[in-house]
């Protein structure tokens, strides 16, 4: 159950096809791959979540800034070579997308991967079997 | 502070009563009872907030695919077995709802139950006060 | 990486300019100094994020009611007291900006202060150098 969620200020909204922005990264999880060569998040499971904030604050307010916030929650249970591998591609991917937006204005990209503490965890999908393994 | 956060595709947004929806889920977290029989969640403390992601990307990306994230946050101190519970009746809740959606589209469903770090936190309100035992 | 999201109810739009409480909660941590007098969050770092929720449901969903939740994620290696003190002042700024709206509806407002668990972190920015300490 990876999940990335993109949450950034709403001033951002200009400057980016936030739809192909997601595609981009839900393309650097699919590619990526552990220490044995096996893609490590299941196609049918990988979504990308992105949120403009409408509202919103950053640094001392005196300049038209804009920020980006990704954090990525993957499962237990990945060696700790394979997050910070995925770490990285995602934040290349994301630096890459927003090149000409460091070219023009302001803005700070935060990205943490996570593995949360999962107390519980359920699913229920019918997307999953359409990528099941032959 | 149960405190639960309904993540999903915008593309959604036509399929459901996302407010009827809500109540649907808090109304689950109101029933649920601990091993005590005693309401697992306070009233007043109880909310649901459902955001839809106006930018997304699922799986491959080749069809209109449909996500929900379900992610319960609930203070420390209650069992596993109270944790389970509350997941796989809120998990119940939301496949019934989304019984229909599931007949005609392609779409997945994960919850996550959290305790979270909580390295700090306060609350203030006037609703509590309208739910205390006499 | 100070991160503070405010996730709120959208009935709540009408009643608070949300961009001014962004600026304040961002002043109230750009102030929070450590037990050596130090600056505990980068100005260039520095940034709120507010979300109305569309959809909710709060409580037994009988009256209009209105929730807030401040969620600030703040790096590791602070100590306990600044987590603390912290955490009080951005209540203290939230109730102080929310005085009016507690005296005329029913709403709770909730903070809690966590670390995650942040298994891969990384950041770029152009931000951060216009505040560079000389």
């Not at 992105?50 to 916030?69: H, S, T």
């Not at 990525?72 to 591609?89: C, I």
Request: include cysteine; charge should be neutral; charged fraction near 20%.
């Amino acid at each position: 159950m990876p999940h990335l969620v993109v949450l950034y200020t709403g001033n951002l909204d200009r400057d980016l096809d936030m739809n192909g922005f997601c595609r981009t990264l839900a393309d650097t999880m699919l590619q990526a791959r552990d220490e044995q060569g096996e893609q490590v998040f299941p196609t049918g499971g990988t979504r990308v979540f992105a949120l403009p904030a409408p509202y919103f604050a950053v640094a001392d307010g005196k300049r038209d800034y804009a920020f980006m916030y990704l954090n990525l929650r993957m499962g237990r249970g990945r060696s700790e070579g394979v997050r910070k591998q995925v770490g990285e591609a995602l934040l290349a991917t994301a630096q890459q997308a927003l090149t000409p937006v460091f070219e023009r204005r302001l803005i700070g990209v935060t990205l943490q991967v996570d593995q949360g503490d999962e107390s519980f965890g359920a699913k229920h999908s019918n997307i999953h079997p359409l990528f099941a393994k032959g």
